[in-house]
């Protein structure tokens, strides 16, 4: 019988998956990896080896010298150099895909985040859906980035944590799902970065603004903030935060 040649949903949905995974869960026996070679009729050997694949043309790995396997490269790095020039579209278009799969509409699935956008009608409607679907997304690969940990605070609760955006969603589109552009913070500190109020540096050690600690005489900020002056954050597994996007943070969101 010849090989069933993949197809080009079948590897989106793999992107989607890598994405999601740190680099050292890609093998057979994971949960989620089984669960997609379910939902497509494939080996768990076979995902597991696809999203090795993408490892391979995975800019930030070959920087690190990591090379994935290579056999499958010719397939993935069409995906792969889709995915840079628009992660918006095409993982709005594997989470449509995968919820086809589970036999649920896209709404549906996201229910409990697309609860409030009723009143929103035509385009309006598929804009808002496909923002807050990606969002999510964004979020899932933040915070397996960092193992479900606040990269300051290390608080594992995942309902307290924040997938935040080192370049703010409204300055940069492209980068908008960059997973080196996100840092997982609980609430305090996601709030406190957003704002300006702390920054990283590009060596991954946190600085505090002249605003927050004009407020040092507190029991708050002596508690919550001033143990991490100067102290490096938890490192993620896969995706260190960008230099380059860390920098725009200090010169452009920062208080100094």
Not at 107 to 133: F, N
Not at 150 to 166: D, E, R, V
């Amino acid at each position: 019988m010849p090989t069933r040649l993949w197809t080009r949903s079948e590897l989106i949905l793999a992107l989607n998956l890598y994405l999601k995974l740190p680099f050292g869960k890609l093998h057979h026996r994971n949960e989620e990896i089984i669960r997609l070679a379910g939902l497509i009729g494939r080996t768990p050997d076979s995902v597991a080896m696809r999203l090795s694949n993408f490892a391979n043309v995975d800019p930030y790995h070959q920087n690190r010298g990591i090379v994935g396997l290579k056999g499958g490269r010719k397939q993935v790095e069409p995906i792969w150099e889709e995915f840079a020039k628009n992660r918006e579209a095409l993982i709005f278009e594997s989470e449509s895909i995968l919820a086809l799969l589970e036999n649920k509409p896209i709404e549906e699935k996201y229910s409990r985040i697309l609860d409030d956008i009723s009143g929103l009608k035509g385009e309006d409607r598929i804009k808002e859906t496909r923002t807050r679907v990606n969002q999510h997304v964004f979020r899932e690969m933040v915070l397996a980035n960092y193992s479900g940990k606040c990269a300051i605070s290390g608080i594992n609760i995942p309902s307290l944590l924040n997938s935040s955006h080192i370049i703010p969603w409204s300055k940069n589109q492209s980068e908008r799902l960059n997973p080196e552009n996100g840092i997982c913070l609980s609430a305090l500190y996601d709030r406190a970065f957003d704002q300006g109020l702390i920054t990283i540096k590009p060596d991954y050690h946190v600085l505090l603004s002249s605003e927050i600690k004009s407020f040092s005489p507190e029991f708050w900020f002596q508690e919550y903030f001033l143990p991490f002056e100067s102290k490096q954050i938890h490192l993620p597994v896969k995706y260190l935060p960008k230099k380059e996007f860390l920098d725009f943070h200090y010169n452009e969101v920062y208080k100094g």
